[in-house]
């Protein structure tokens, strides 16, 4: 399993599009759980997206920065970086979790995203993400501000 992810990543590396659809099954499932609409099926879909990667991205780099694997299943952490047409930095990381099948990929769970750059800190990522209630003091401050009614 370990080779076809190591023949995956230099493929991507050589920039060879069709090498890279070569490796997985014609009746291939991708997913990206974090965004539903994009799974599709098949390899002719694997070679479309690839060129569409080298065309857009010409000097594109594959890293594996660690990976696993147990039965069937391979976990890769990838980091994806190089330079868009237009100059402006591409960097993408994540994990990928691929189900090999015959020595080709039959199905995977993309969870590759863009790295934000200049992006909040911690705290405001927290408030932002989860909402918190906001804190005792920060409740009795209002209060004394409000006269303890609500606009």
């Known amino acids: 399993m370990a080779d076809v992810i190591e023949q995956l990543i230099a493929a991507m590396n050589r920039h060879d599009a069709v090498a890279v659809a070569a490796l997985f099954a014609a009746d291939y499932r991708s997913e990206q ?61 994540g994990v990928m979790v691929i189900g090999v099948r015959d020595d080709t ?13 200049g992006g909040t800190d911690i705290d405001a990522a927290v408030r932002e993400l989860y909402r918190p209630p906001p804190h005792q003091n920060d409740v009795a401050a209002s209060d004394r501000h409000t006269g303890g009614h609500q606009p």
Do not use: K
Not at 105 to 117: G, K, N, S, T
């Open 33 to 93: 759980p974090l965004h539903p609409n994009r799974g599709f099926g098949g390899s002719e879909q694997v070679l479309a997206n690839w060129t569409s990667v080298f065309e857009g991205v010409p000097d594109f780099v594959a890293e594996q920065i660690a990976s696993c694997s147990a039965g069937g299943t391979v976990w890769t952490e990838m980091r994806w970086t190089g330079t868009h047409h237009d100059g402006s930095p591409f960097l993408m990381r």
């Open 105 to 117: 990929i039959a199905w995977a769970r993309l969870y590759m995203e863009p790295v934000e750059q």
